[in-house]
């Protein structure tokens, strides 16, 4: 059976991939601990930021067991950064949800991060446009 070898652009670009992804959490996890984080602390408290959401989906956005969702959820309230809210179209669903305190913490956790800011400054308004695109293709 022949060996499939991938072209040397293809793997370029996975290398380069790879680069910029290990970059952006290296940054994230120093944003985060700026503020007396953990890295996972700091993404829940930016999908709360957006909107109230079950432990459910928030596990599913992060990729990981509802059960690690409750312990970093639980870390945020002691902090009073997140609260436990009712679901007011079903009341047996508890919501996670950012304080104000939490969404003004999220926002200078945002502000912080300059890696993605700064290269992506070099590139125009097209070239930006462009690269959306085209990771949003290869994440179909």
Request: proline content about 6%.
């Amino acid at each position: 059976m022949p060996s499939r070898r991938t072209d040397p652009l293809t793997l370029e670009v996975v290398e380069l991939i790879g680069t910029v992804v290990a970059r952006y959490h290296e940054e994230y996890e120093q944003a985060a601990a700026s503020h007396q984080l953990t890295g996972a602390q700091a993404r829940v408290l930016g999908l709360l930021s957006l909107e109230p959401m079950p432990m459910r989906r928030i596990a599913q956005k992060l990729k990981c067991e509802p059960s690690n969702v409750t312990g970093i959820v639980d870390r945020l309230e002691s902090r009073g950064l997140a609260e436990r809210r009712p679901d007011p179209a079903d009341r047996r669903v508890k919501l996670a949800a950012a304080t104000d305190e939490g969404l003004q913490t999220a926002d200078r956790l945002r502000e912080s991060l300059d890696f993605a800011r700064e290269p992506l400054a070099g590139l125009s308004t097209a070239e930006r446009a462009v690269l959306r695109d085209l990771l949003k293709r290869m994440l179909g």
